[in-house]
């Protein structure tokens, strides 16, 4: 079912025929024309009158495919086995070579609290793998967080922000750390995210204590640096790092951060990640942030680690031993969620159960993380000149085939 490796994708044009889902729109009667790697139609069948695709024949699909874009994740420590707070390449291929293969085709690699010298290595692994085009650049899960909430990260390796050591990262990374999660109420957050944006850097506000003011005020100042150094459109704005995980439950007289959010992504202020595993999340939470918020704030995420994709047993989360026991991943010093086993199309299709629309879903999986990460002129939709990388489900919205850069690897 794949393509010859060694064949190039310019010696390729591939028509796809099916139910386009992208951009938030549905295009029932689709057509999906590639070429060279890049799609060059992608609309209603009856209006497709592309030159030199004469005589090529439509790829045989599923009965009443849908084909949506390959999946962005913005937040993945690893699977299949493999993991990325590690810093292993091998380990990191491994769960790579699986993401993709499971429609995620554009991921950042997320690191998770560690050493100075595990950091470093780790980033220099992934700024090397990004450049090999495996990866879209690299996520930072602290060290900057709060020991209150640090939920699965390792509390000995915590710190204050310090700006000498963030800027070290940010400099080792080379253009390559797309987001870093923090916490606002620590001191010298404020100056960590005046340093983040100053390299266009993505704050993320995430295993934090803080109350709603703070993250308010937090939120508002990342994204005025982000604006005021170039980022355009929805780059020029903040996350936020698995709402509700990882920071204090809304209380009706101290709401904490998330209200903070919530209020910043409805006025498309900032995005929320959404870890909507039906573990990490009731279904019905996803359902109502996203009735809060809209599609447009939304980032769909999995948080997934080394087991997704595998069975029930023993792994590890960087240097933490975890057990996953009915695909719920525990961290064994403290009981703490440790992560997500789900794929992203998994989170996509529980997302949908849950009664978010599919275009809704595919949007926040797609479209709204391509742009936070300032890559939707490339990737996280099906339009001409963007990467071929498309993910192909059948009826029941189960996985059929993968392209990415115009090769089947499914």
């Not at 009735?291 to 997934?304: E, I, K, M, P, Y």
């Not at 969620?337 to 978010?356: D, F, K």
């Not at 709204?368 to 939709?381: N, Q």
């Amino acid at each position: 079912m794949s393509l010859d490796p060694t064949v190039s994708p310019e010696d390729h044009r591939t028509i796809l025929r099916g139910r386009i889902v992208s951009d938030g729109e549905s295009v029932t009667d689709g057509l999906v024309a590639i070429a060279d790697g890049r799609i060059v139609y992608a609309g209603a069948a009856s209006t497709f009158h592309e030159a030199g695709f004469d005589g090529v024949e439509a790829t045989p699909l599923p009965e009443d495919a849908v084909l949506i874009p390959g999946l962005v994740d913005i937040h993945c420590h690893g699977g299949n086995g493999g993991d990325f707070p590690s810093g292993q390449e091998d380990s990191a291929r491994t769960a790579i070579d699986f993401l993709h293969r499971a429609g995620t085709t554009s991921l950042l690699a997320s690191m998770v609290t560690a050493s100075r010298e595990d950091l470093l290595r780790g980033i220099e692994l992934y700024v090397r793998l990004s450049e090999e085009g495996l990866l879209s650049g690299i996520h930072l899960e602290g060290p900057f967080l709060s020991e209150a909430r640090c939920g699965a990260q390792n509390p000995a390796y915590l710190l204050n922000p310090d700006l000498e050591f963030a800027e070290e990262l940010i400099l080792a990374a080379g253009g390559q750390l797309r987001t870093m999660t923090y916490a606002p109420e620590l001191p010298g957050a404020a100056e960590l995210v005046d340093l983040l944006t100053m390299h266009g850097v993505v704050p993320s506000l995430g295993h934090t204590d803080s109350d709603d003011a703070t993250a308010a005020a937090s939120l508002a100042a990342a994204r005025d640096g982000l604006s005021e150094g170039g980022f355009d459109g929805s780059a020029s704005r903040p996350t936020v790092t698995h709402l509700f995980n990882g920071m204090p439950p809304i209380h009706h007289r101290s709401p904490g951060p998330i209200t903070a959010c919530l209020r910043a992504a409805q006025a498309g202020q900032a995005a929320v990640e959404l870890i909507a595993d039906n573990t990490h999340l009731d279904p019905r939470t996803t359902l109502t942030v996203f009735t809060l918020v809209g599609a447009a704030n939304v980032l769909l995420v999995t948080d997934s680690m080394a087991a997704a994709g595998l069975s029930d047993g023993r792994y590890m989360l960087g240097p933490s031993p975890v057990t996953v026991d009915g695909g719920v991943a525990t961290l064994d010093a403290t009981g703490s969620i440790a992560g997500g086993t789900a794929t992203l199309l998994q989170v996509v299709q529980r997302t949908v159960a849950a009664g978010v629309s599919l275009e809704d879903a595919v949007r926040s999986a797609t479209a709204v993380p391509a742009d936070v990460l300032g890559l939707d002129d490339e990737v996280g939709s099906l339009r001409r000149g963007l990467r071929a990388d498309v993910v192909v489900l059948d009826a029941g919205l189960q996985l059929a085939r993968v392209m990415r850069e115009g090769r089947w690897l499914v």
